[in-house]
């Protein structure tokens, strides 16, 4: 049995990967603040007496103090001791205001990391995300790679640029404590656009779409989603690339490794797609507003991951939002 402290834990990322990760039978120790979730999407995990949940902070320093405490007590009876850190800042509406994003997702990375190599961690995760390859998220022939060299919009263009800055600063944390002083095993992974069935707030795209389509048949999406094209990763199968890559131990070199579909939709494609799960003929789609630095495609190159894990996602995006709709529609 291996010991997993993940942060963030009723996100989308973290409470399906506790779940996967109690299924196999290990011991997890999850928190969240809900900033942006809620206990809900955890509720099926509460009775089982592998999973130890407490509503902390990473930003608060007695949260943490207490989390070091549990955690040098129940490692004793486990064979390895694993973070992921799975918190972050990411709704749309926060990725403008870099004083949201920062101490989060910067600050709280780095601290959970130190914390995992002061207590002689074996893995750290760190969860990135494709934001970091913002102007440069597509090229022609295949996906971007995790060693293409990046254009990021900067402070004159898009302020949303913080956001991923911060990310791609917390890869140099991992790079660093891997490659150059060997003080932990662990690598980052940019995720392309998770999505999941119990998102609670309606802030990314396909929630919108689905509780818009719900409520009136009416959607209503910026002027770029007319050329926009984007691929779609469920969260079982984000969820899936995390134990892929522990499993694997020379992938856990500090490197970068990129998580995604290619599966590619546009947005007004997503939009009919979503309606047929509904089953509405005729949607209506209103274009409103503009957002500028915004790359018409984010495709990912995934060869890296799939190479050195096996991984595949399993997940179709057309099984996927059935799924979701569902969820919605109970």
């Given amino acids: 049995m291996d010991l997993f402290v993940i942060s963030g834990v009723t996100g989308m990322t973290g409470n399906e990967l506790a779940r996967q990760t109690l299924s196999a039978g290990n011991k997890v120790i999850g928190f969240d603040n809900f900033f942006a979730s809620s206990i809900q999407t955890v509720k099926d995990l509460l009775s089982n007496e592998n999973f130890i949940f407490h509503e902390y ?11 070091v405490k549990e955690v040098e007590r129940l490692r004793l009876s486990c064979e390895k001791l694993i973070y992921v850190n799975c918190a972050a800042v990411v709704h749309t509406e926060h990725f403008y205001y870099i004083n949201r994003t920062f101490q989060t997702n910067v600050l709280g990375m780095k601290m959970f990391l130190d914390q995992a190599i002061e207590l002689g961690a074996d893995i750290y995760i760190n969860c990135s995300t494709s934001e970091v390859y913002s102007m440069n998220s597509w090229r022609e022939g295949g996906g971007v790679s995790e060693n293409d060299f990046l254009t990021l919009a900067n402070a004159e263009h898009s302020q949303r640029t913080s956001y991923a800055t911060g990310k791609l600063l917390t890869e140099f944390f991992m790079s660093d404590a891997v490659k150059q002083t ?28 689905i ?34 890559l522990i499993r694997s131990k020379d992938a856990l070199d500090g490197s970068v490794y990129n998580v995604g579909t290619e599966e590619e939709i546009s947005i007004v494609d997503l939009v009919y797609l979503c309606a047929s799960k509904l089953g509405i003929n005729n949607p209506k789609i209103i274009f409103n507003g503009y957002r500028a ?17 096996g991984w595949n996602p399993i997940i179709s995006l057309e099984k996927g939002i059935q799924m979701c709709v569902e969820e919605e529609t109970k």
């Fill in 57 to 67: 902070d990473l930003n608060n320093s007695t949260h943490m103090q207490l989390l």
């Fill in 182 to 209: 060997n003080r932990i095993l662990g690598c980052s992974i940019r995720f392309a656009n998770v999505y999941s069935k119990n998102e609670l707030y309606p802030k990314h795209i396909i929630p919108h779409i």
């Fill in 293 to 309: 630095s915004d790359p018409e495609r984010r495709l990912l190159n995934t060869q890296k991951i799939r190479t050195r894990t």
């Fill in 211 to 244: 509780k818009s389509l719900k409520q009136n048949g009416v959607v209503e999406l910026l002027e770029n989603s007319k050329v926009n094209k984007r691929t779609f990763l469920h969260n079982y199968d984000s969820c899936a690339a995390v134990l892929a």
